[in-house]
Structure formats: C-alpha cells, structure tokens
C-alpha cells in the first residue's frame, strides 16, 4: 500500500494506531514500509505496537489511554488538570485493571496504577470542542482522582503535614469537589483507613 492511502483513511479518525487498525481499514503493510516511513519522518513508534502520524496533533492523555487498555487519566495529573493541585505532573498518571507499569516514549513518561476490575469507574470523556480525534480521551471525575490518589498511596496524606505538602489548591477543593460523591465513591474501596484518611483530610480542607 502506499502512504497516502493510510493518511487518508486513518489520520482523521485515528491518529494513533496499531497494525490492527490498519488491517481493520482493509490494508496490508510490510515491515519495511512501516521501517522507510518511521525513517522518513512520516510515522512515529509510539509503544505496545502503536504509532502516530508525525504531523497530527495528539494530546499526551489521549496517547496514554491508548499504551494500557483499559485506562484512565487519574490521580495526580487529573488533580491537575481540573486545577486542584498547585504543581506540574512530571508524568501522565493513569488507572488500569491490567499490572502497574511504566511506559516511555520520548520525554514523556505514562504511569499505570492497578486497581481491581470493580474499582474501574468513576471517569469521563474530556471532549474537545471540534471533536477533533486526537484531542479526546477518559479521565476521572475530580472525585474518582482524590479517591485514587488516597487509595493508591497508602502511606501517604495520613496527617496535616501530608496535606501541606502535596500542595492542593485549597480554596478549589472546597468549591469544586463534592465532598458527598468523594464518600460515597470511598465507600466502594472497602477500606476504613481510605475513609478516614478522607475525612481528615477534608476537615483539614475545611479549616483553613
């Protein structure tokens, strides 16, 4: 096949794409195409078998939800993104059912966090205005962020000193989280300490 047949029918509807894909699309690339456009510029190997086209404009989320299936954006670069915390991730963090893991490509690095398959839940589809492919991907509800964040860090934000440290945006907790779904998604972690934790760390929220 040639190029531009797979720019044509992949580049606006999938941006990111395996050999699947392609095949799905009713074509057939050898490996030493995939080689000349990879040296060419063209494409760019992503990781786990996927690729992208070099020119089109891809979000880092999007490009996570796609390395570990199922996931989600979550945690500290959820918290983030809805501006509930002061500092810049230094990476895309993210929930999966499938094992914990580290994935780099280029600069950027994408971390997985396991959790069981009954605590995959509590995200959404953050949306581009123009619905562009590339610019759309799952991410937890600000609820579901706090949750994972306390959940998957056990031994962290267990006192005030915690709290200060991770440096919330305090004022935006208060006004933005719905502290009864923070509960009430606790409540399905079946976890008492979780619980605590939460409560503590919404009455230190709440003090200031």
Known sequence: MKYNDLENSLFKLKPVFNIKDIKLAGFRVFPYQFSYWIKDGKIKK??????????????????????????????????????????????????????????????????????????????????????????????????????????????????KSDFVEARFYEDEMKKKIDWRGVFNIAILYKNKNLEKRLYDFKNYIFSN
Not at 62 to 67: M, V
Not at 80 to 88: E, G, Q, R, S, T
Not at 145 to 154: K, W
Request: hydrophobic share 40%; no cysteine; charged share 15%.
């Open 46 to 159: 992503l990781a786990n078998g996927f690729y992208t086209f070099t020119k089109a404009e891809v979000k880092f989320e999007y490009i996570a939800n796609f390395l570990q299936q199922p996931s989600y954006i979550s945690l500290q670069y959820a918290l983030y993104y809805y501006n509930l915390i002061v500092d810049i991730p230094f990476h895309v963090t993210s929930v999966t059912t499938k094992n914990t893991r580290k994935i780099e490509v280029g600069d950027a690095v994408y971390l997985y966090h396991h959790v069981a398959p009954r605590l995959y839940n509590g995200f959404v589809m953050a949306e581009n205005q123009n619905k562009t492919a590339g610019m759309s991907f799952l991410i937890a509800t600000p609820e579901k962020a706090l949750v994972d964040l306390f959940y998957l860090n056990p031994t962290r934000f267990n006192v």
